[in-house]
């Protein structure tokens, strides 16, 4: 885009730094001028066409003229607009020390999450009033203490998540019809099945989908929205879903490789929710979460909350392969979380390299001329 808000005509590609996503234009306003710059909705970086950078600074001082020698990194990233390698370059400016990268043919500028705080604010969502800031922190707080469960500071969707709104419309209508008196048993997963010479293999994934109380489902329904649909906007619907019935079976058979032959039987979409914890915390690992402990609220990045999280579920599995629990933590899978959580981890950059491929093909084809008509 240009600083007047008019197009660049070359078609712009995926982020240079994360490669998830295509950038897309974010309008912005400064000192009057109207400013529509490229931002990666998955890691927040931001690409500025020439002219841009300076226009949306705070501080007056002219900046992009301002640019070090340049230097060619070992692993150089991609100029968005399709001209190849960019180049490293440091501003000359006391008290800057970041570095942003410059291509070299249309000399516009990426900078990433850190170094867009330092040089661009004005090119971030203005904050709200502060009065706006603690009514909405009053209400959050108020509600954590009833649920104790995390919201999401900032984390916008972008379009409809179906398949993870499909699994919520699925656990609720399954769970009123379990209610209603409908034998639901089929669907959940029975470790003694396993051990006839048919098991009942679908049971893998479809004992996510069925629950044994209100706050169970809603427990699970609420972490499978707040987080699986910026993890499904990221990987594409489709890849999604596969990878939800991999981390769902994954915590399936681990299930079954700790668990008694004549144990009770699982239900639950925790094992799923676990593999998604996993996804966001490669995918979104600097988003913030509000969490609520001993009446404090605190605001922590979402890699300190899934690390805290899944410290908890392996002790908790550590503990019930020990007998040393009681109540109703034993009634819990915990190794389900285990088990769908490492798989997670392990296939979440599998998928973020086929979302790469897969952007970085299209930007290809995109900035391919379609041959001439004869």
Excluded at 69 to 83: K, T
Aim: glycine residues 8%; charged residues 15%.
């Amino acid at each position: 885009m240009g600083v007047d808000g008019t197009a660049d005509s070359t078609p712009i590609g995926p982020c240079p730094a994360c490669g998830l996503a295509r950038l897309e234009p974010r309008h912005v306003t400064s000192d009057g001028t109207a400013v529509a710059i490229d931002v990666c909705p998955v890691c927040e970086g931001a690409f500025f066409d020439a002219g841009e950078l300076d226009a949306v600074r705070s501080d007056d001082a002219p900046l992009e003229a301002l640019f070090g020698l340049p230097r060619i990194p070992r692993v150089p990233r991609l100029c968005p607009r399709g001209h190849g390698p960019m180049e490293e370059r440091r501003p000359q400016v006391a008290g800057i020390t970041c570095t942003a990268d410059v291509c070299r043919t249309c000399h516009g500028v990426f900078l990433d999450g850190r170094e867009r705080r330092l040089l661009a604010k004005g090119s971030l969502p203005p904050s709200p009033p502060i009065g706006q800031v603690v009514a909405r922190r009053s209400v959050l707080w108020i509600l954590q203490l009833l649920v104790h469960l995390p919201v999401e500071v900032r984390n916008p969707t972008r379009g409809r998540a179906w398949v993870v709104l499909s699994l919520v419309v699925s656990s609720l209508a399954l769970f009123v019809a379990r209610i209603e008196g409908v034998d639901l048993g089929h669907l959940a997963l029975d470790p003694a099945a396993f051990h006839t010479p048919s098991p009942p293999l679908p049971t893998l994934v479809t004992y996510a989908l069925v629950h044994g109380s209100w706050w169970h489902v809603l427990g699970n329904v609420y972490f499978l929205y707040t987080f699986g649909d910026n993890v499904e906007h990221v990987f594409g619907s489709r890849l999604f879903a596969l990878f939800a019935v991999l981390v769902t079976a994954a915590g399936a058979v681990a299930f079954l490789a700790t668990e008694p032959a004549d144990g009770a039987r699982l239900v639950g979409a925790s094992g799923l929710v676990a593999g998604i914890l996993a996804a966001y915390l490669w995918t979104f690992p600097r988003n913030r979460l509000f969490h609520v402990v001993l009446f404090v609220q605190f605001e922590l990045p979402a890699w300190i909350y899934v690390a805290l999280w899944a410290t908890f579920q392996v002790g908790m599995a550590f503990a019930a392969s020990e007998g040393s629990l009681a109540g109703a933590d034993a009634d819990v899978a915990w190794s389900v979380h285990v088990g769908s959580f490492v798989a997670g981890l392990v296939l979440t950059p599998l998928a973020h390299l086929r979302v790469r491929h897969r952007l970085a093909r299209a930007a290809a084809g995109a900035a391919t001329p379609s041959p001439t008509a004869r």
